[in-house]
């Protein structure tokens, strides 16, 4: 795990928040995170380096990890784990379940079409962004970039 501090410059236009450097972006009620950490572009939810992708209900976790497609879960090298129709990738990167496609660990999750990311770095709900006293707050979440943190997939 890698964490640096990054300078973020909120802006508001359309009523949608946007940071620069890359951090934080907030564009037609969806939120995504750059520099490999997660995005969500219409209603697709992607986080690089190979941890998570969500597609049209399907979540492909890449470099051999674990595929689910039409409720099929598909793992290469022993890493994930299905129980209950639920894909579990190890140390909670990834979790399928009712087509929703959850990334632990405060990466990124898609629910309902809607994406967040925890531990206060970026949430939208109902495409609400609000920004107030040069920090972004999105559906009344506090948008903290101060620290972004990315996760390396390690052997498991």
Partial sequence: MVSWEVTVIPRVGDGIARVSDGIARVGDGIAWVGDGIAWVSDGIARVSEGIARVSDGIARVGDGIARVSDGIARVGDGIARVSDGIARVGDGIARVSDGIARVGDGIAWVG?????????????????????????????????????????????
């Avoid at 079409?113 to 709900?125: E, K, L, N, P, T």
């Avoid at 109902?126 to 999105?138: K, L, Q, S, Y």
């Fill in 112 to 156: 309902d079409g809607i994406a967040w990311v925890s531990d206060g770095i970026a949430r939208v709900s109902e495409g609400i962004a609000r920004v107030g006293d040069g920090i972004a707050w999105v559906a009344d979440e506090k948008l903290v970039l101060s620290r972004i943190q990315v996760f390396n997939i390690r052997g498991l």
